[in-house]
């Protein structure tokens, strides 16, 4: 047999017994990474699959475009990569810590859609298909194509740190085909309206609704006013 190719026998095949092959084996080719300290392997129904994959792997290996893959969850990743960017040990592409609105939005796009769609998958098993699949999900079932794209921007954050630190060798989130976001005209009220509008509120309400209007402030930003 070549090397780093191994034949697997069925359990109840003649061959455990020294007697002639009676089973369909198949065929485990294996390379090891010195990188990772570890052998990776795959399984083949014919030969000439285990060998060619061991080919193409070892010169994967040599690009180091190949890695053992880890045992992390998209989730495990998640709540890691929440708590770095809480902490400032995880910044954005500029350098700079993540605002509070946009961490509140992140957590709440990994809780709500990505965590139950790819959570339990392991952080090095997550394909290009499978994100794309959600996206296809996620328009299917009505969200706005501003949410989605939303909804993958922790994600992205996920893997491009991941990337950067060849804990993956491959980004599932680039080149997805994802809608474009329509923007809506949007009305502006004279300060006379806003005026009016302000006095017919509730006195406890009149204050954070003027802060909105006058000042601009979204409702991310409202809500982390002291």
């Given at each position: 047999?070549?090397?780093?190719?191994?034949?697997?026998?069925?359990?109840?095949?003649?061959?455990?017994?020294?007697?002639?092959?009676?089973?369909?084996?198949?065929?485990?080719?294996?390379?090891?990474?010195?990188?990772?300290?570890?052998?990776?392997?795959?399984?083949?129904?014919?030969?000439?699959?285990?060998?060619?994959?061991?080919?193409d792997a070892q010169r994967a290996l040599s690009r180091r475009a190949l890695r053992a893959p880890t045992a992390t969850t998209i989730a495990e990743a998640a709540d890691v990569w929440l708590e770095g960017a809480r902490d400032g040990t995880v910044r954005n592409r500029s350098g700079d810590r993540y605002k509070p609105s946009a961490l509140r939005g992140?957590?709440?796009?990994?809780?709500?859609?990505?965590?139950?769609?790819?959570?339990?998958?392991?952080?090095?098993?997550?394909?290009?298909?499978?994100?794309?699949?959600?996206?296809?999900?996620?328009?299917?079932?009505?969200?706005?194509?501003s949410t989605i794209r939303n909804t993958l921007n922790p994600l992205q954050a996920i893997y491009r740190r991941a990337l950067a630190r060849e804990q993956v060798t491959a980004n599932p989130t680039a080149g997805l085909e994802i809608p474009a976001a329509r923007g809506r005209r949007v009305r502006v009220a004279a300060p006379v309206e806003c005026a009016a509008l302000i006095e017919a509120l509730p006195g406890e309400d009149r204050a954070v609704w003027a802060a909105a209007m006058y000042a601009g402030l979204r409702r991310g930003e409202l809500r982390g006013l002291r």
């Open positions: 047999m070549a090397t780093g190719i191994r034949t697997r026998h069925g359990r109840f095949c003649r061959s455990r017994e020294g007697r002639r092959c009676n089973c369909a084996p198949s065929f485990e080719g294996w390379v090891y990474s010195k990188r990772d300290d570890r052998k990776l392997r795959r399984t083949f129904k014919s030969l000439a699959e285990a060998k060619a994959w061991r080919v992140y957590e709440r796009s990994l809780r709500l859609r990505i965590k139950p769609a790819l959570g339990h998958v392991r952080l090095t098993d997550v394909t290009r298909a499978d994100v794309q699949g959600l996206v296809d999900k996620l328009l299917n079932e009505g969200f706005d194509p």
